[in-house]
C-alpha cells in the first residue's frame, strides 16, 4: 500500500503524523509525506520522501514572525478572534487553495493508495474526495475547541464547489473517514467530543520520571527538582523570560530555560547558578529527569509533559494554547498565569504551590498512565488497511 502523508504548518503539524508513518513502513508498507517547501529537510531528516506543495522561500512569515518576538522585550498575546480568522482564512482558505491543487497533481503521479493529513489540512481533504481516495486525518490539537466546522464552512464550502464536489452542509468530509488521535481521550474537551469512531493511539512509550528529578549536568544541587521552562518561539518575548526567571529566583530548584534560535540567552543578564539558559535542549532527554514543566501549553509540549507524568505551569498565548490550558487545569495537572500580568511573585507562588502539592503530580500521572494504556502506533496500521480496502 502507498500512503501519502500531508500537513500543512509547522513543526507541530508534521510531528504528529511520524510515530503513524514510522509504523506504516515497518509493516511493509510506502510513505512519502507532502508539506511546505521549507520543511523537506525536515522531512528528509526524519527518514522520509519529501514532496514540496510550495516553493521553499528562505525568508517567511514564520521566521519574520520569529525574529520580530525576539527582539521584541514584552510578550504578545493574540486576539482569539484574530486566530480564528487566521484559521479561517490562513489554513482554510489561501492554504487549503494552495494544498488542493498540489497534492491533487502529486497523487495523480505518485498515486497512492490512501491519504493521511493533519487535521488543519483542509485541501487535501478536498483533493482526496476529487480523487475518490479515502483520507484519514491525524488530530494536532490536544484538547479541541479551537478549530469548530462553523469557522471554516465557508471557504471550504466555496473550495469544494470550485471543484465541483457536492454540497456538504456539515462538513462530514473532514471527519468521515478515520480519525487518528495521538492524545488521551480524556484530555479532549467534553464540550468538543470527538466522532464515535476515533483510534486512539500512544506515540510512544512513556515511561515515568526518576524518583529524584535532578538533571546531570544541570547546575544546581544534585537531586534537587528540576524545572523546565519552554515558551514556543513566535510569541515570547524576553519580559516572560526575565519575570520567570526572577520568580524562581528564590526557589530550592534547578532550572532549564530554552529560549529558542531567535533570542540570545545573553539578553537575560546575570542569573544565579542554578538556572541555566539555553536556545535548545532535546527534550526527550531532559522530561524524564524534571519535576514540573513551565510552558506555552502548546499540544506538543503539553503533551510531553504529561507523556511522563509532570505537572505543568502554563502561560497561554494564542491559537489552541487557552484551550489547552484550560482543560489540562481543569483535569488539576496545571496552574494557568496570564502571560502579560503575571508577576514574579504570581511565578514564584505557581510554581512552589505545583510542586509542594502532590495532588498535581498524582493528575499528571493519571493522564500519563492513560497514555501508556493506549494501543501503540503500530495499531493504526490495521485502521488504515482496512480503510483503504473499504474504497
Same mark, same amino acid.
Given at each position: &500500500?502507498?500512503?501519502l502523508f500531508t500537513f500543512? %504548518?509547522?513543526?507541530?503539524?508534521?510531528?504528529?503524523? *511520524?510515530?503513524?508513518?514510522?509504523?506504516?513502513? #515497518?509493516?511493509?508498507?510506502?510513505?512519502? +509525506?507532502? %508539506? %511546505?517547501?521549507?520543511?523537506?529537510?525536515? *522531512?528528509?531528516?526524519?527518514?522520509?520522501?519529501?514532496?514540496?506543495?510550495?516553493?521553499?522561500?528562505?525568508?517567511?512569515? !514564520?521566521?519574520?514572525?520569529?525574529?520580530?518576538?525576539?527582539?521584541?522585550?514584552?510578550?504578545?498575546?493574540?486576539?482569539?478572534?484574530?486566530?480564528?480568522?487566521?484559521?479561517?482564512?490562513? +489554513?482554510?482558505?489561501?492554504?487549503?487553495?494552495?494544498?488542493?491543487?498540489?497534492?491533487?497533481?502529486?497523487?495523480?503521479?505518485?498515486?497512492?493508495?490512501? =491519504?493521511?493529513?493533519?487535521?488543519?489540512?483542509?485541501?487535501?481533504?478536498?483533493?482526496?474526495?476529487?480523487?475518490?481516495?479515502?483520507?484519514?486525518?491525524?488530530?494536532?490539537?490536544?484538547?479541541?475547541?479551537?478549530?469548530?466546522?462553523?469557522?471554516?464552512?465557508?471557504? =471550504?464550502?466555496?473550495?469544494?464547489?470550485?471543484?465541483?464536489?457536492?454540497?456538504?452542509?456539515?462538513?462530514?468530509?473532514?471527519?468521515?473517514?478515520?480519525?487518528?488521535?495521538?492524545?488521551?481521550?480524556?484530555?479532549?474537551?467534553?464540550?468538543?467530543?470527538?466522532? !464515535?469512531?476515533?483510534?486512539?493511539?500512544?506515540?510512544? /512509550?512513556?515511561?515515568?520520571?526518576?524518583?529524584?528529578? $535532578?538533571?546531570?549536568?544541570?547546575?544546581?544541587? @544534585? $537531586?534537587?527538582?528540576?524545572?523546565?521552562?519552554?515558551?514556543?518561539?513566535?510569541? !515570547? %518575548?524576553?519580559?516572560? +523570560?526575565?519575570?520567570? #526567571? !526572577?520568580?524562581?529566583?528564590?526557589?530550592?530548584?534547578?532550572?532549564? &530555560?530554552?529560549?529558542?534560535?531567535?533570542?540570545?540567552?545573553?539578553?537575560?543578564?546575570?542569573?544565579?547558578?542554578?538556572?541555566?539558559?539555553?536556545?535548545?535542549?532535546?527534550?526527550?532527554?531532559?522530561?524524564?529527569?524534571?519535576?514540573?514543566?513551565?510552558?506555552?501549553?502548546?499540544?506538543?509540549?503539553? &503533551?510531553?509533559?504529561?507523556?511522563? $507524568?509532570?505537572?505543568?505551569?502554563?502561560?497561554?498565548h494564542g491559537a489552541d494554547?487557552?484551550?489547552?490550558?484550560?482543560?489540562?487545569?481543569?483535569?488539576?495537572?496545571?496552574?494557568?498565569?496570564? @502571560?502579560?500580568?503575571?508577576?514574579?511573585?504570581?511565578?514564584?507562588?505557581?510554581?512552589?504551590t505545583v510542586l509542594a502539592?502532590?495532588?498535581?503530580?498524582?493528575?499528571?500521572?493519571?493522564?500519563?498512565?492513560? &497514555?501508556?494504556? =493506549?494501543?501503540?502506533?503500530?495499531?493504526?496500521?490495521? /485502521? =488504515?488497511?482496512?480503510? /483503504?480496502?473499504?474504497?
Amino acid at each position: &500500500m502507498r500512503i501519502l502523508f500531508t500537513f500543512i %504548518g509547522g513543526s507541530g503539524h508534521f510531528r504528529p503524523l *511520524i510515530p503513524v508513518a514510522r509504523a506504516a513502513e #515497518a509493516a511493509g508498507h510506502t510513505v512519502a +509525506f507532502a %508539506g %511546505g517547501g521549507r520543511r523537506g529537510p525536515e *522531512i528528509t531528516a526524519a527518514g522520509f520522501t519529501a514532496f514540496a506543495t510550495s516553493e521553499p522561500r528562505g525568508h517567511t512569515e !514564520a521566521t519574520a514572525a520569529a525574529e520580530t518576538a525576539a527582539a521584541r522585550s514584552t510578550v504578545e498575546v493574540s486576539d482569539p478572534e484574530e486566530d480564528i480568522r487566521h484559521l479561517a482564512e490562513g +489554513f482554510a482558505r489561501r492554504g487549503a487553495r494552495r494544498h488542493a491543487a498540489a497534492v491533487l497533481e502529486l497523487a495523480r503521479t505518485w498515486k497512492p493508495d490512501i =491519504l493521511v493529513r493533519d487535521e488543519v489540512d483542509f485541501g487535501t481533504a478536498v483533493a482526496a474526495e476529487s480523487l475518490g481516495i479515502p483520507c484519514a486525518s491525524v488530530l494536532v490539537l490536544a484538547a479541541g475547541g479551537f478549530l469548530r466546522k462553523d469557522v471554516v464552512a465557508e471557504p =471550504l464550502h466555496e473550495l469544494r464547489s470550485a471543484y465541483g464536489l457536492p454540497y456538504d452542509p456539515d462538513l462530514a468530509v473532514l471527519d468521515r473517514d478515520l480519525v487518528l488521535s495521538p492524545f488521551p481521550p480524556s484530555f479532549r474537551d467534553p464540550r468538543f467530543p470527538l466522532p !464515535a469512531h476515533t483510534f486512539s493511539f500512544r506515540p510512544t /512509550a512513556a515511561r515515568p520520571p526518576e524518583a529524584t528529578p $535532578g538533571t546531570p549536568g544541570t547546575p544546581g544541587t @544534585p $537531586g534537587t527538582p528540576t524545572v523546565y521552562v519552554t515558551l514556543g518561539t513566535v510569541h !515570547a %518575548g524576553t519580559d516572560l +523570560f526575565s519575570r520567570i #526567571a !526572577a520568580g524562581l529566583r528564590g526557589l530550592p530548584v534547578n532550572v532549564l &530555560m530554552t529560549v529558542g534560535d531567535h533570542i540570545d540567552p545573553a539578553v537575560l543578564g546575570p542569573l544565579p547558578g542554578h538556572i541555566r539558559v539555553e536556545r535548545f535542549v532535546p527534550q526527550e532527554q531532559l522530561l524524564p529527569r524534571c519535576a514540573l514543566v513551565v510552558s506555552h501549553g502548546g499540544s506538543g509540549s503539553l &503533551m510531553g509533559a504529561l507523556a511522563h $507524568g509532570l505537572p505543568s505551569v502554563l502561560f497561554p498565548h494564542g491559537a489552541d494554547q487557552p484551550y489547552n490550558a484550560r482543560r489540562c487545569t481543569e483535569l488539576g495537572a496545571a496552574r494557568t498565569l496570564d @502571560p502579560v500580568t503575571a508577576t514574579p511573585e504570581d511565578i514564584h507562588t505557581a510554581v512552589s504551590t505545583v510542586l509542594a502539592d502532590s495532588g498535581y503530580r498524582s493528575a499528571a500521572e493519571r493522564i500519563r498512565d492513560e &497514555m501508556n494504556a =493506549l494501543p501503540g502506533a503500530e495499531e493504526t496500521v490495521p /485502521a =488504515l488497511e482496512a480503510l /483503504a480496502l473499504s474504497r
